[in-house]
């Protein structure tokens, strides 16, 4: 089997297959883990399980798309590949479709910290940190915002331990946060990981059960061979019965070489890392209002957040690098970095209704995905790869793979529903993309 991707997604995947007797080659363009998967924030949480559409995600990215230092952007665009994919977004932001895919992550996200412990489990070292999730509020409007999600989580089925603080409990908690703070919520069952250690734990994993592990090795083309696919490689070709593509953002330069165009946008990030200080907090903190994450790893500490949809490139931009050490210090006025940051850019995949895409590519036999995990990557890695590891050798189905078939990406949507009403559906992905190309 050939996964293409080396990322944590591509990697689990590739320890879930090869600890049940699959031979397995992963090719990376680059070095594993260098990708999305290096400088996030690490954060398998539960509480953050949501789906980036939702109801008022729209009005908030129109007010944040003149500043350029706001958590959220929409690259101003005409191009009708963005223009399908907004449009699908748009749809995905109403409240029943919102409703839908957070039932659907919130049940992924509470299978996420398990996963976590079979891999441990397997031999696989990694970074791990388990203490709770602190959301300050430092506003009414914040407080009853963060109470209401809360409701939204418990609706849609969390059993997690969610608890309302006061300002002297949270403040008890985590000294350092400001004496601004009003109050909060503590998410209890929340872990975090160094994610660029996971990457490089999963590798060496894979690299001493003898798994063929090609770095520095980008696969160009994939064509056809005996049945199966042959992947072609810079510097190596490898032939195998099936292939995962798990190339993040840029799986679908990929897709596009197979003449199949998923609806897959790039949403860039970043992250500041600064070495451990004294003044810094204890605990990881999400500051809803700027959307910024602030982790806490040995030695280290992270600020990261943004979400800049349909981003090109990963040029670093001080003013958003900037907005985001200023909301951490707001929130942590004792805070004194030692020395300046380590900065980072990464590209998340994203569908339009925010669930990942994990399955069987329509249409093209042999191909599967596992891509466009969107902000819940590192979450849900591991459980990825045991869920797919487990209907390609297995072939047993899991009721959150149904929610991630790429399939849904043929199903009409909006006004397309009436036309595909008159008109016959499509047999596969490329037909149609050939149909909709030849309009
Ligand atoms: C600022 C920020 C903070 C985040 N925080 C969190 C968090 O706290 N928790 C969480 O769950 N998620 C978080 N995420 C999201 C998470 O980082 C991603 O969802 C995750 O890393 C995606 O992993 P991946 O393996 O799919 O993609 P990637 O890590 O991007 O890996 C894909 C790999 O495929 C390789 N590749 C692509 N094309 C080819 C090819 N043709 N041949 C060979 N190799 C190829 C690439 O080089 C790359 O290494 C965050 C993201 C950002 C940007």
Not at 338 to 352: E, I, K, N, T, V
Request: hydrophobic share 40%.
């Amino acid at each position: 089997m050939i996964v293409i991707g080396g990322g944590a997604v591509g990697l689990c995947l590739a320890e879930s297959l090869t600890s049940r007797g699959a031979e397995v080659t992963v090719f990376e363009r680059g070095r594993c883990g260098s990708a999305a998967s290096a400088g996030n924030a690490g954060w398998i949480t539960p509480s953050l399980s949501l789906p980036v559409p939702g109801p008022g995600v729209i009005g908030e990215a129109l007010r944040w798309l003149v500043n350029p230092s706001g958590p959220l952007w929409i690259r101003p665009t005409l191009a009708p590949p963005m223009i399908d994919w907004l449009t699908r977004f748009i749809f995905s932001c109403s409240a029943s479709a919102f409703a839908r895919g957070l039932a659907v992550l919130q049940r992924a996200g509470a299978r996420a910290g398990p996963a976590y412990d079979r891999l441990a489990t397997r031999g696989v070292q990694f970074e791990l940190h388990e203490d709770p999730l602190l959301y300050p509020a430092f506003d009414r409007r914040e407080l009853e915002h963060l109470w209401k999600v809360v409701g939204d989580l418990r609706r849609a089925g969390s059993r997690q331990p969610l608890e309302r603080l006061s300002r002297e409990e949270i403040l008890g908690i985590e000294p350092s946060l400001g004496g601004s703070v009003i109050g909060g919520v503590i998410a209890r069952d929340e872990r975090r990981v160094r994610p660029e250690l996971l990457s490089l734990g999963i590798r060496d994993a894979l690299v001493s059960r003898g798994v063929e592990v090609l770095e520095h090795s980008p696969v160009v083309s994939l064509v056809r061979d005996r049945g199966g696919w042959r992947a072609v490689g810079g510097a190596e070709d490898r032939s195998g019965d099936a292939v995962v593509i798990a190339g993040g953002a840029e799986s679908r330069r990929l897709l596009a070489a197979l003449g199949v165009r998923l609806p897959i946008v790039g949403a860039k990030g970043y992250s500041r890392t600064y070495p451990s200080h004294p003044s810094g907090p204890k605990h990881p903190l999400y500051l809803e209002g700027p959307k910024v994450a602030i982790s806490v790893f040995d030695g280290g500490l992270r600020v990261s957040g943004t979400l800049e949809l349909g981003a090109r490139g990963l040029a670093l931009s001080p003013r958003r690098l900037e907005a985001i050490t200023t909301a951490a210090q707001r929130a942590l006025p004792r805070w004194r970095p030692a020395s300046p940051p380590s900065d980072w850019a990464g590209m998340r995949s994203l569908s339009p209704d925010g669930l990942p895409f994990v399955g069987a590519l329509p249409g093209v036999d042999g191909i599967h995905l596992a891509t466009a995990h969107a902000t819940l990557g590192i979450t849900l890695a591991p459980l990825t790869g045991e869920l797919l590891a487990t209907q390609l050798l297995e072939r047993k189905p899991d009721e959150l793979l149904a929610a991630f078939d790429p399939a849904r990406a043929l199903r009409p949507y909006g006004p397309r529903r009436w036309i595909a009403r008159t008109s016959r559906p499509c047999a596969d992905l490329s037909r149609q993309q050939q149909q909709e190309d030849s309009r």
